[in-house]
């Protein structure tokens, strides 16, 4: 299957600082990316939707200034934490996709926030 | 999106096949049914889906009730590596890549 990569895979910071997070797919082009959320012992919660060229389209109670999306190529999608604090301490997984494929998954990221 | 119903848990034996059954009784004619995996601390993994024929692949195969209300994933000989959350899922084409998990199935394969 396709290839979607996310760096980093693990993340510590402090509170009150902002944290990106990169969400590229490999070998395809994908016209749209997923971010999703999950805590531990629960299932994936989709935070947002963004389409190359366009602003993000945010799941009800995500918070689009906190959670900032920018798709700026066909292969590369971003997910900015602002000023975290320890409870966005979670699993952050993207997925990507094009009219032509399934959705494929990153490996996630692990963020922590002391 | 059509609401699904998968057992909390099951186990399987190693070696032996792993049913893991999907209701998905308010699935609409245009809705696949598609599965994933998740193994501990890793991003879902694509396995299969299907509209109404089954299907197999190298990973599973996919049986979907005429009715199109419930399916089987198969995993015909389960291993260790097996072991994680399957989630079972109904989309639509129009709604391209946006995938809506419920809580799964957690399997369990015990040497």
Sequence with gaps: ?114 | DAKTTQPTSMDCAEGRAANLPCNHSTISGNEYVYWYRQIHSQGPQYIIHGLKNNETNEMASLIITEDRKSSTLILPHATLRDTAVYYCIPHGSSNTGKLIFGQGTTLQVKP
């Design chain 1, 1 to 114: 299957g396709a290839v979607v990569s996310q760096h980093p895979s693990w993340v510590i910071c402090k509170s009150g600082t902002s944290v990106k997070i990169e969400c590229r797919s490999l070998d395809f082009q994908a016209t749209t990316m997923f971010w999703y959320r999950q805590f531990p012992k629960q299932s994936l919660m989709l935070m947002a939707t963004s389409n190359e060229g366009s602003k993000a389209t945010y799941e009800q109670g995500v918070e689009k200034d906190k959670f900032l999306i920018n798709h700026a190529s066909l292969t590369l999608s971003t997910l900015t934490v602002t000023s975290a604090h320890p409870e966005d301490s979670s699993f952050y997984i993207c997925s990507a996709t094009n009219v032509d494929t399934e959705a494929f998954f990153g490996q996630g990221t692990r963020l922590t926030v002391v």
